[in-house]
């Protein structure tokens, strides 16, 4: 499957799809069982032509199997989801003092003083019961090149890994064809809330919003410095794609903003 909105913003990466399927892609990038690995490494690596899998053991963080969609890991967080509230915000010294705390923070040092993402574990509580979980219902998530996605896969979520000014060109494409609304949010969250479980919620509602996200400042140094993510449910993909026949895509002005980027 080609893109048309790839083409005319001419990116440099593919878009990613994620799919959720039963059948494991041969010859597919999977983190191993137990293994820490950034969810959002693998997305770059399908950007670059690979295609990645995840499972319900392989999934890298409890972040990573959050935001793919394998219902809420963070209740599996090292000695309770109060102590990710606090990792997330404050710390928790008290806990890192105990035997079992200072057991878990030699791997796990930012537990003590907190990655300080959010001001307190209360408002981290707050965020995390807000996140629109779920545990899908298929064995296997995976990422792909979208060039290489096949007539009978059903996708859920097309990611473009995009610079500023084809960001810019995402936003204007997204609005061009809709009523007055917001039609695209950059809310808070780990990079692959932001690729996968908040544009899988947003993929059931009538009209969907696209995300953009890698804003996640722990996800950073997985990508290039001046790339962020526009996620976009697949109906919205499909509508975006519509439109860019016709489109200032197509005028001097556009083409101007991209002789800069070439």
Known sequence: MHSAIAKAIELKYS?????????????????????????????RAAATGKTAVFDRKTFGCMGGGTGLGFGNLYENFPGGIENFYSFLSNGN???????????????????????????????????VEALPMRDVPAEYVVYKPLEQVED?????????????????ALVVLANYAREAGVHVIAPFGAGCHQTCLLP????????????IGLTDISARKQVDKDILSFAVPYKMFLEME?????????????????????
């Open 15 to 43: 878009p990613v799809a994620v799919l959720w399927t039963n059948e494991k892609p041969e010859g597919a990038l999977q983190f191993k069982e137990g293994r820490w690995g950034c969810v959002v490494a693998m997305l």
């Open 93 to 127: 010294k008290e806990f890192c003092r105990t035997e079992m705390g200072k057991n878990i923070v030699r791997n796990m040092p930012a537990l003590e003083h907190g990655e300080r993402y959010v001001k307190t574990p209360q408002l981290t509580a707050k965020f």
């Open 152 to 168: 009978n896969e059903e996708l859920k979520v097309v990611v473009f890994l995009a610079n500023p000014d084809q960001l810019s």
């Open 200 to 211: 899988y919620s947003e993929g059931e509602e009538e009209t969907p919003r696209a995300i």
């Open 242 to 262: 519509d439109n860019v026949a016709g489109s200032f895509l197509e005028r001097e002005e556009w083409q101007k903003v991209l002789e800069r980027n070439r």
